[in-house]
C-alpha cells in the first residue's frame, strides 16, 4: 500500500497531482504539505491529511513521515525559473538544499523519491532541436542548475544507496487550476485567460521562440505512470525527457483563434525571460521514456485549447 507524501502540494501541479492521488489511493493515503497555507484551497486541504512543511526543516519532514508512515515521496516544492533569476540564492536553497533533505529522509525512512526536473537542465550548448535524452547540459539559469544537479544527486542516491528515485524533464505546463508561479513558459496559461477575458495578450516572449508543452493531466499521468513504472525495465532514472508539443507564440494563437476568431495577440518582449527561453531546446526526443515506460501524451495543442477554453469559460465565468 502506498501511503505518499506531496511537498508544494498547493502549487501548479501540486493541486492537481493530489486529487488525482488521491482518488487513485484513497484520501487518507496521500498527505497533501506546503510551506504555508495558500487561500482557494480549502477544498484540496479538507479532502484529507494536510501538513505544513517547509523542505527546509528536515524535522518537519521527518516528523511527517514517521506519523504518517509514507513509503513514497513527491518533491514538488520547487522555484521557477523567472523568480530563481530574480533571487538566485533564495532557488538554490529551497530547489537544492530543500532537495537534498528530502533524498536524507528518503534514505532514512527507505521512502521511493519522484523529483522532476525540467526543460530547464539543459543550457545553451545543448542541440537544441530533438534534444536527446542524454547529451550535453550546462544550463545558465539558477533553476536550471539546480535541476542539473537535482539529477545528478537524485542518480548519486540511487546507485550509492538504492533510493528509489525517478524524475521527468517537464517542459512547460498548462492548466487551468491553479497558475503557475514566475515561470518562462507561464505565458502559455497567460493566453488562454486573456483571450477569454480581453480577447487579446501582449506576450514576453518572442515571435519565433520554441518551447515544449504539456496538458496538466498528461503531466499528472507521466508522474503517476512513472511512479508506478517497473524498476527493471528503466535504464534512466533522473530524469526522463517527456513532451507533449512543441510551439511558438504564434501558433498557440493560431490555435486560440480557431475557437475565437477576433483574438489579437501582439508582443513586448520581457529580456529575461527571452534570454531564459533562448538557452532551452525548441523540441525534446522523449523516445526513452516512450520505450522505458510507455509515456505517450494524450494532448495537442487543439485538443489542449478547446478543453482549456472550455474549462476557463466556466471558472472565470465569462
Ligand atoms: N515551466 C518552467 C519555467 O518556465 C520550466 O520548467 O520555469
Redesign the pocket.
Known sequence: MRKILITGALGQIGTELTAEMRKIYGSGNVVASNRRIKEGHEQLIESGPFEIIDVNDPVALASAVDKHKINTIVNLAAI???TGEKDPQQCWNINMNGLYNVLEISREKNCMLFTPS???AFGPLTPKDETPQDTIQRPTTM?GVTKAAGELLCDYYFKKFGVDTRGVR?P??ISYKTL?GG????YAVHIYYEALKNQEYTCFIQKGTYMDMMYMPDAISAIIDLIEADSGRLKHRNAFNVTAMSFEPEMIAASIRKFIPEFKLSYDVDPIRQEIANSWPNSLDDSAAREEWDWNPKYNLDTMTQDMLEKLRVKLDV
Open positions: 521557477l525559473s523567472a525540467s526543460i530547464a533553476y517537464f512547460g505546463l503557475p515561470g518562462t513558459t507561464d
